[in-house]
């Protein structure tokens, strides 16, 4: 059900104002979903949108929000220059069927750091353009769980966040210690962070954390610290993860940092899992994780299946491995041995060969073979081992004159989201014709069970 209130044509400098100021924030409506509350109001492409219950509209989290209840009054500004008033009612989080210009109806927020171990610092010149943007968004962090620094962070957007109800939000930490923090980050906002996540623990609101170590900065007793501090806001402070820093080779000009030794590892994984188990001991968590490449690095089994609890860091790495491993276990389990034999290529990061070498043995009983190889990655250096990375000139470059079986398999992780193409901007297509084979991106375990079946 809709309502309409009509104020007439507003031909003035006001009127052409708010036109101006609604495009210039890409609040205009850019399509309306056929059957939706919207459209049945009479809401058409390139109309306006001013305000929601009264309140403006600065992106898609107030406007998720305030469309979220039964009854919603839209203020409208039409494409013919007259403004309405529309009360809608529908259910409750029902969509109202909008769509914007961008996603997120505003610019995204650039990062304002300097962080001695930026990635993106440390790019080549060329690759996919996408690759060298900073993004340091609070919003892109509930949206699509980016991890954000929060430095950009005003009271007003503070205030924000806190009545909108942002959460679960995902929080770069990299030390609770305001000196070592603002030195990392080259931020003097930086070390503020203890403040803001006790603001937001305080009124309810939940984050998971991440820090990204680095030798001689971080670690020891600083690393001891963070891990307490972040403790002491649990439940808020959800869980967090530790990720090893990682090094390029393009480094001219940037803050001298090395990678961590396979003895360091070993150090850490030591004193993360009696931290774990002391925890535990006291929370139903572990709360404290480490990324598979601690692991990798150390030539050291990973932890079982269920000690990563629910994944809640599978975006840094932590639990990746075993969770690719565990769907492919389960959708094994439907599954009878094939007549005729088959045999797949696979082609991945360094660090994690070993593990799917053994893993991909559980499918021999299924007459399936999977022969693997790691990319050493030139492109980027190698000190980059995740698959992830692996570029389509070194995957090329590596693997000219094999014999592929049935196809090349790699991760889906090594192509763009929306397009197959590979970091330094080789296509898919082209890698396949360089090698000659068909290359499949493999997103899951249970992706890969279906592929190597059914190919």
């Given at each position: 059900?809709?309502?309409?209130?009509?104020?007439?044509n507003?031909?003035?400098?006001?009127?052409?104002?708010?036109?101006?100021?609604?495009?210039?924030?890409?609040?205009?409506?850019?399509?309306?979903?056929?059957?939706?509350?919207?459209?049945?109001?009479?809401?058409?492409?390139?109309?306006?949108?001013?305000?929601?219950?009264?309140?403006?509209?600065?992106?898609?989290?107030?406007?998720?929000?305030?469309?979220?209840?039964?009854?919603?009054?839209?203020?409208?500004?039409?494409k013919?220059?007259?403004?309405?008033?529309?009360?809608?009612?529908?259910?409750?989080?029902?969509?109202?069927?909008?769509?914007?210009?961008?996603?997120?109806m505003?610019?995204?927020r650039?990062?304002?750091?300097?962080?001695?171990?930026?990635?993106?610092?440390?790019?080549?010149?060329?690759?996919?353009?996408?690759?060298?943007?900073k993004?340091?968004?609070?919003?892109?962090?509930?949206?699509?769980?980016?991890?954000?620094?929060?430095?950009?962070?005003?009271?007003?957007?503070?205030?924000?966040?806190i009545?909108?109800?942002?959460?679960?939000?995902?929080?770069?930490?990299?030390?609770?210690?305001?000196?070592?923090?603002?030195?990392?980050?080259?931020?003097?906002?930086?070390?503020?962070?203890?403040?803001?996540?006790?603001?937001?623990?305080?009124?309810?609101?939940?984050?998971?954390?991440?820090?990204?170590l680095?030798?001689?900065?971080?670690?020891?007793?600083?690393?001891?610290?963070?891990?307490?501090?972040?403790?002491?806001?649990?439940?808020?402070?959800?869980?967090?993860?530790?990720?090893?820093?990682?090094?390029?080779?393009?480094?001219?000009?940037?803050?001298?940092?090395?990678?961590?030794?396979p003895?360091e590892?070993?150090?850490?994984?030591?004193?993360?899992?009696?931290?774990?188990?002391?925890?535990?001991?006291?929370?139903?968590?572990?709360?404290?994780?480490l990324?598979?490449?601690?692991?990798?690095?150390?030539?050291?089994?990973?932890?079982?299946?269920?000690?990563?609890?629910?994944?809640?860091?599978?975006?840094?790495?932590?639990?990746?491995?075993?969770?690719?491993?565990?769907?492919?276990?389960?959708?094994?389990?439907?599954?009878k041995?094939?007549?005729?034999?088959?045999?797949?290529?696979?082609?991945?990061?360094?660090?994690?060969?070993?593990?799917?070498?053994?893993?991909?043995?559980?499918?021999?009983?299924?007459?399936?073979?999977?022969?693997?190889?790691?990319?050493?990655?030139?492109f980027?250096?190698?000190?980059?081992?995740?698959?992830?990375?692996?570029?389509?000139?070194?995957?090329?470059?590596?693997?000219?004159g094999?014999?592929?079986?049935?196809?090349?398999?790699?991760?889906?992780?090594?192509?763009?989201?929306?397009?197959?193409l590979?970091?330094?901007?080789?296509s898919?297509?082209?890698?396949?014709?360089?090698?000659?084979?068909?290359?499949?991106?493999?997103?899951?375990?249970?992706?890969?069970?279906?592929?190597?079946?059914?190919?």
């Amino acid at each position: 059900m809709s309502t309409k209130h009509r104020f007439g044509n507003l031909h003035t400098e006001w009127y052409n104002a708010i036109m101006e100021n609604m495009r210039r924030k890409q609040q205009v409506i850019s399509d309306v979903l056929s059957g939706s509350p919207a459209e049945l109001a009479g809401l058409q492409r390139g109309d306006a949108l001013l305000s929601i219950n009264g309140e403006p509209v600065i992106d898609l989290i107030d406007y998720e929000h305030l469309t979220a209840g039964e009854l919603v009054t839209l203020e409208i500004l039409k494409k013919n220059g007259e403004q309405e008033i529309i009360e809608l009612e529908k259910d409750d989080y029902e969509p109202l069927g909008l769509t914007f210009a961008t996603s997120l109806m505003d610019k995204m927020r650039t990062c304002k750091n300097h962080c001695v171990f930026c990635f993106i610092d440390q790019m080549p010149k060329g690759g996919r353009s996408s690759l060298h943007v900073k993004d340091d968004d609070w919003r892109m962090s509930f949206v699509m769980g980016n991890y954000v620094t929060l430095t950009n962070l005003d009271e007003r957007e503070l205030d924000r966040v806190i009545r909108r109800r942002v959460s679960p939000l995902y929080i770069s930490l990299h030390a609770s210690d305001p000196a070592v923090r603002r030195a990392m980050m080259k931020n003097p906002h930086a070390g503020d962070i203890l403040p803001q996540l006790k603001r937001l623990a305080e009124v309810g609101l939940r984050f998971h954390l991440q820090i990204v170590l680095c030798p001689g900065l971080n670690d020891g007793d600083v690393l001891r610290r963070s891990i307490d501090d972040m403790l002491a806001l649990y439940p808020n402070a959800q869980s967090l993860a530790i990720v090893p820093v990682g090094l390029t080779r393009y480094r001219e000009g940037l803050t001298p940092l090395r990678t961590f030794t396979p003895e360091e590892a070993r150090a850490l994984i030591a004193e993360t899992e009696a931290k774990q188990r002391e925890i535990l001991s006291k929370l139903d968590t572990r709360f404290v994780f480490l990324a598979d490449e601690w692991y990798t690095l150390a030539n050291q089994t990973l932890p079982a299946y269920d000690d990563y609890e629910e994944f809640p860091q599978i975006e840094n790495g932590v639990g990746l491995l075993r969770l690719f491993e565990g769907e492919m276990l389960e959708a094994l389990e439907a599954r009878k041995p094939l007549k005729k034999p088959k045999r797949f290529f696979m082609a991945g990061g360094t660090s994690a060969y070993s593990f799917f070498t053994e893993s991909y043995k559980q499918l021999l009983p299924y007459n399936i073979t999977i022969d693997t190889r790691a990319i050493i990655n030139r492109f980027f250096g190698e000190s980059v081992t995740v698959g992830g990375l692996v570029t389509g000139g070194d995957l090329v470059e590596q693997l000219k004159g094999e014999e592929f079986g049935r196809a090349l398999l790699i991760p889906r992780a090594m192509l763009k989201a929306d397009e197959e193409l590979f970091l330094d901007g080789m296509s898919k297509a082209e890698a396949e014709s360089a090698l000659g084979t068909r290359i499949i991106p493999v997103a899951t375990g249970e992706d890969l069970v279906e592929i190597v079946f059914t190919e």
